[in-house]
T-cell receptor, first 111, second 114 residues
Framework: SQQGEEDPQALSIQEGENATMNCSYK?????LQWYRQNSGRGLVHLIL?????REKHSGRLRVTLDTSKKSSSLLITASRAADTASYFC???????????FGPGTSLSVIP | NAGVTQTPKFQVLKTGQSMTLQCAQD?????MSWYRQDPGMGLRLIHY?????ITDQGEVPNGYNVSRSTTEDFPLRLLSAAPSQTSVYFC???WGRGSSYEQYFGPGTRLTVT
């Protein structure tokens, strides 16, 4: 079973709209990370949020963390065609010494 | 800096053949890992290393071997390829182990076993 799972599995929006994807996890965590993967490429780290943080921003990205609901959301504002990619959340494995990736959300931004 | 490099980019093997996927990083990272990515399953950890001479198993280690003789290199060996090992393989490195550290990924090796 997955520690972290993204929702929705796929999302299609028009350029300029905001995109929101969610990650839910099962056991308590120290940190949660979001990564992006463009088609045919390796993953690229976007942002890390610690369990004692509620919100973080990086450019057009906003990440929130609700530890009471065991969930996180990634908001991309004013999306661009170049944001078309898969987005993965990564959380602690129960032993905290490894990282587990969710299956990802596939985002398509239509020009 | 080249970051994390992987070779080859593509490979086709017949069942039973063996091969080595190469991974190198030039960031002096202690922690390196190998993942496989299959549709709908995210990335699954195969093996990892916390430093030269130290390796350990991840979530799906069967059929794979690793070694870490230097900080820079972390090759993954397929001992006797099976169709179930058809996948995209990613090598990653980071300063340390666990979710406090950003992982840097290579571009991947797409492997097909027939």
């Amino acid at each position: 079973s997955q520690q972290g799972e993204e929702d929705p599995q796929a999302l299609s929006i028009q350029e300029g709209e905001n995109a929101t994807m969610n990650c839910s996890y099962k056991t308590s965590i120290n940190n949660l990370q979001w990564y992006r993967q463009n088609s045919g490429r390796g993953l690229v780290h976007l942002i890390l949020i610690r369990s004692n943080e509620r919100e973080k921003h990086s450019g057009r990205l906003r990440v929130t963390l609700d530890t009471s609901k065991k969930s996180s959301s990634l908001l991309i504002t004013a999306s661009r065609a170049a944001d078309t990619a898969s987005y993965f959340c990564a959380t602690d494995a129960p032993a905290y010494d490894k990282v587990i990736f969710g299956p990802g959300t596939s985002l398509s931004v239509i020009p | 800096n080249a970051g994390v490099t992987q070779t080859p980019k593509f490979q086709v093997l017949k069942t039973g053949q063996s091969m080595t996927l190469q991974c190198a990083q030039d960031m002096n990272h202690e922690y390196m890992s190998w993942y496989r990515q299959d549709p709908g399953m995210g990335l699954r950890l195969i093996h990892y290393s916390v430093g030269a001479g130290i390796t350990d198993q991840g979530e799906v280690p069967n059929g794979y071997n690793v070694s870490r003789s230097t900080t820079e290199d972390f090759p993954l060996r397929l001992l006797s390829a099976a169709p179930s090992q058809t996948s995209v393989y990613f090598c990653a490195s980071s300063w340390g182990r666990g979710s406090s550290y950003e992982q840097y990924f290579g571009p991947g090796t797409r492997l097909t076993v027939t």
